[in-house]
């Protein structure tokens, strides 16, 4: 691509988003709803799990999602894999505020 900016460029070489691509295993879509989605993949050699979420909505949304629709323990730590960082530990559910027609990705590992 000729004429990349900084911004396209880190994110077609983000090494955490390409895994998701290249390793991630049996996706799932965990719920459709309101405009709102939720895909969940597991990741070869780990109990860990990459999560999405999917705003299909014309506004800003919360997406959230209860660990237990996961099959995961009550306490996780997230992992933003669009910026690279720890977004911390969360009990029981995980939401975030999803841009219109946007998604955001992540890792989701156990507290322990």
Sequence with gaps: MPENNPFVERLMTNAEVIAVDQNAEHPRQIFRENG?????????????????????????????????QLGLASENKIRDLWSQKDIGIFSEEFADTINPHGAKIYRVSSKN
């Excluded at 969940?40 to 999405?52: F, H, K, R, V």
């Excluded at 014309?58 to 999602?65: C, E, L, N, Y």
């Design 36 to 68: 709102k989605a939720a895909w969940c993949s597991n990741i070869p050699g780990s109990e860990d799990i990459y999560l999405a979420f999917f705003n299909l909505n014309d506004r800003i949304d919360v997406v959230s999602i209860s660990f237990n």
